[in-house]
């Protein structure tokens, strides 16, 4: 699984270099998810931009990160590709997660509100 991590703007953002987040792939993302998190940072944004497809365990994998990271910390998501965002809509997930168009508007939005 590709996934890597980098501190943009006052967050740990993490790309997921992967077409799928799926069955095939939810317990080693949600495992490699906890070991990258454990970098210092008060967010944590969730580069899913090049994710096509995503099923309900990809989703509760998504799910289950974002509560092992709460309450001290927020996992936010950037990049949703049209079927994964219309996956976040339909299931109201939406509500839930603070959502950016990129990874850029997730990282000047932070600095915009300290300045």
Do not use: C, W
């Amino acid at each position: 699984m590709n996934l890597y991590a980098e501190a943009l703007g006052g967050a740990l953002v993490v790309h997921l270099q992967e077409e799928r987040l799926d069955a095939a792939i939810a317990i080693r993302f949600k495992d490699r998810m906890r070991e990258v998190a454990l970098q210092p940072s008060s967010r944590v944004v969730l580069d899913l931009s090049d994710v096509t497809f995503l099923d309900s365990s990809g989703l509760g994998a998504i799910v289950a990160v974002m509560k092992s990271l709460a309450p001290a910390r927020q996992l936010e998501l950037a990049g949703l590709t049209p079927t994964v965002e219309k996956v976040f809509r339909l299931t109201r997930m939406d509500t839930v997660f603070r959502i950016h168009p990129d990874v850029a508007a997730a990282t000047s939005e932070r600095l915009r509100d300290a300045g």
